[in-house]
């Protein structure tokens, strides 16, 4: 049962994920004794939320069902997908597709005390950032690389700017901008 518990603190910070991204779940949280028992007897919980994306959370097994994961990807061609697991579940992911680990789970990331303040920029933020100081060259941006913990997080895609906003006590309000891109 130790592992259930880390992975019930997992699921609770993936509850956070989905509240942070302002994304609506449209089922039930569940207590831990619920989540125990689901996490037993299927071995996996499955969320959809605003319509378009599923998220699919898996217990400690490696042996995930591959075939199973398969067919709900083609059933949910539409949709955005987030898999979440231990490891790697196919090596070979359709666009819609993101399988991310545990890892990017086990903390609250944007609540943490180093971690800036992260968003992505809308088109008319990218404009005047790569217009008015950068002289429209995305290549004087830091880079960032798509499975970084705040990528994930804000749900940056590659191509996107985000800006990261944080205070020195030496230097004052900073902000940086980053490229995401394809690691």
Do not use: C
């Not at 994306?53 to 997908?81: G, Q």
């Not at 008319?124 to 290549?139: C, D, F, G, P, R």
């Amino acid at each position: 049962m130790s592992q259930n518990i880390d992975l019930f603190n997992i699921y609770n910070n993936l509850i956070e994920f989905i509240k942070y991204r302002n994304l609506v779940l449209n089922d039930d949280i569940l207590e831990k004794s619920d989540f125990e028992i689901l996490m037993y007897d299927q071995n996996y919980i499955k969320y959809n939320l605003n319509d378009n994306m599923i998220i699919l959370f898996f217990n400690y097994n490696d042996n995930v069902n591959s075939k199973f994961i398969s067919d709900i990807i083609k059933k949910n061609k539409n949709h955005e997908i987030i898999i979440i697991t231990k490891s790697i579940v196919l090596k070979t992911l359709p666009i819609n597709v993101k399988n991310y680990f545990y890892k990017h789970f086990k903390i609250i990331v944007p609540n943490h005390i180093l971690v800036p303040k992260y968003k992505i920029l809308n088109d008319e933020e990218k404009n005047k950032v790569l217009n008015k100081w950068l002289i429209a060259k995305t290549s004087n941006l830091m880079l960032m690389n798509d499975d970084d913990a705040m990528a994930i997080w804000t749900g940056a895609k590659v191509g996107d700017i985000l800006s990261e906003e944080y205070q020195f006590k030496t230097s004052g309000y900073n902000i940086d901008y980053r490229l995401v891109k394809k690691k």
